[in-house]
């Protein structure tokens, strides 16, 4: 299948600072990923779905000034943490749709944010 | 709007045991049904799908049948390996094709040997 990756897999960095997480799409192009969030023994929460040239559109209580979304071309998508606190420590996870693969999302490894 | 409902674990069996972990969904239409797998450390992986009614999808010894009159789609496997040690998320996405999926809460299976 195809291949999706995620860089950092974890960070830790300090309340107030801003993170920038990775989601690449190795070997197919991707004109929508999404972005998950996914919280200890729980499921995962879309966030915001990432279009290609255009900008995100996100889900009902996800603060867009706060988790900035930028897919500025069709194998890489980015979410940058702003003026992250601890309670945005979670484990965020990417998925990137192929529309060769009739439009199944392939999902990264995730990557661990925790914030101090 | 769209919800999945999945068996809450964790569960553990032993080697070779039945396993089914259940799944009920609510929506609208007639969505497509999914179940991930996530092993330690990994992505979540597909396992297997069904688009419409009465389907049965199947992979690596799983199944799962597509019932719209109970809205169900549990994942069954008749005999379980160590190997299949994970956690299980049964989502759904709309009849489009091209919607968003919603997840469970997932199921963390352990096969002890």
């Known amino acids: 299948g195809a291949v999706v990756s995620q860089h950092p897999s974890w960070v830790i960095c300090k309340s107030g600072t801003s993170v920038k997480i990775e989601c690449r799409s190795l070997?197919?192009?991707?004109?929508?990923m999404f972005w998950y969030r996914q919280f200890p023994k729980q499921s995962l929460m879309l966030m915001a779905t990432?279009?290609?040239?255009?900008?995100?559109?996100?889900e009902q209580g996800v603060e867009k000034d706060k988790f900035l979304i930028n897919h500025a071309s069709l194998t890489l998508s980015t979410l940058t943490v702003t003026s992250a606190h601890p309670e945005d420590s979670s484990f965020y996870i990417c998925?990137?749709?192929?529309?060769?693969?009739?439009?199944?999302?392939?999902f990264g490894p995730g990557t661990r944010l925790t914030v101090l | 709007g769209n919800s999945v409902t999945q068996m809450e674990g964790p569960v553990t069996l032993s080697e070779e045991a039945f396993l089914t972990i259940n799944c009920t969904y609510t929506?609208?239409?007639?969505?497509?049904l999914f179940w991930y797998v996530q092993y330690p450390g990994e992505g979540l992986q597909l396992l297997l799908k069904?688009?419409?009614?009465?389907d049965k999808g199947s992979n690596k010894g799983f199944e799962a049948t597509y019932r719209k009159e109970t809205t169900s789609f549990h994942l069954e496997k008749g005999s379980v390996q160590v190997s299949d040690s994970a956690v299980y998320f049964c989502?759904?996405?709309?009849?489009?094709?091209?919607?968003?999926?919603?997840f469970g809460t997932g199921t963390r299976l352990t096969i002890i040997p």
């Open positions: 998925s990137a749709r192929d529309p060769n693969s009739y439009n199944e999302q392939f």
């Open positions: 070997d197919f192009q991707a004109t929508t």
């Open positions: 990432s279009n290609e040239g255009s900008k995100a559109t996100y």
């Open positions: 929506a609208t239409g007639y969505p497509s």
């Open positions: 069904a688009t419409k009614a009465d």
């Open positions: 989502a759904l996405s709309g009849s489009s094709g091209n919607e968003k999926l919603t």
